[in-house]
């Protein structure tokens, strides 16, 4: 099983900052079967990046993702007050597919 | 448009039963892999499993807490897959997603439908 393990826990920025979310994967996984979601309270999880650096539909240019192998990250270059919120990866590559735990950003 | 409707959900006992149905649209159905993934009150998202294409041999992958109770089927002339729970769990409350992937340039493309609740409680 591919372990995801999101750092960090919890990540304290103010808007207009940039962020910068890591994903580690426990063995290498395709790029092309790895994706970033954004999830508000009482939302389902929304995608923002597959692949592991395509934008999905509708998605600001200010997200952004790159990686390979073992180690990802999602980038926001310059945060509004609606992107905080809990992120995660997902690994689609192998069965199981698994999640990260996430990382919440919150207003500092 | 991919489109995923999941339906079913609803309030059993432990110890119960449930079907989720999940209809497909906008992608050719009976060449995709579909899984399940659900996501418990507070926690993150966790995979269910998995049913492969018919061409691919229609096999099945489950995740651990669930395997041996859940049963995953699929029926292309309607475009639609299956969840079969059984022996519910309090554990098992959740939103379960109906999940897929679709081929876009190189990459493979998640899609998710919104979601049905199933709660087990006495």
């Known amino acids: 099983e591919v372990v995801l393990t999101q750092s960090p826990g919890t990540l304290s920025l103010s808007p207009g900052e940039r962020a910068t979310l890591s994903c580690r994967a426990s063995q290498s996984v395709s790029s092309s079967y790895l994706a970033w979601y954004q999830q508000k309270p009482g939302q389902a999880p929304r995608l923002l990046i597959y692949g592991p650096s395509s934008r999905a539909t509708g998605i600001p240019d200010r997200f952004s993702g790159s990686g390979s192998g073992t180690d990802f990250t999602l980038s926001i270059s310059r945060l509004e007050p609606e992107d905080f919120a809990v992120y995660y990866c997902?690994?689609?590559?192998?069965?199981?597919?698994?999640f990260g735990q996430g990382t919440k950003l919150e207003i500092k | 448009e991919v489109q995923l409707v999941e339906s079913g959900g609803g309030l059993v006992k432990p110890g119960g039963s449930l079907r989720l149905s999940c209809a497909a649209s906008g992608f050719s159905f009976s060449r995709a892999w579909m899984s399940w993934v659900r996501q418990a009150p507070g926690k993150g998202p966790e995979w269910v499993g998995r049913i492969k294409s018919s061409a691919d041999g229609g096999t099945t992958d489950y995740a651990a807490p669930v395997k041996g109770r859940f049963t995953i089927s699929r029926d292309d002339s309607r475009n639609t897959v299956y969840l079969q729970m059984d022996s519910l769990e309090t554990e098992d409350t959740a939103i379960f997603y109906c999940f897929t992937t679709v081929l876009v340039g190189t990459h493979r493309r998640p899609s998710w439908g919104q979601g049905t609740l199933v709660t087990v409680s006495s």
């Open positions: 997902q690994q689609y590559d192998s069965s199981p597919y698994t």
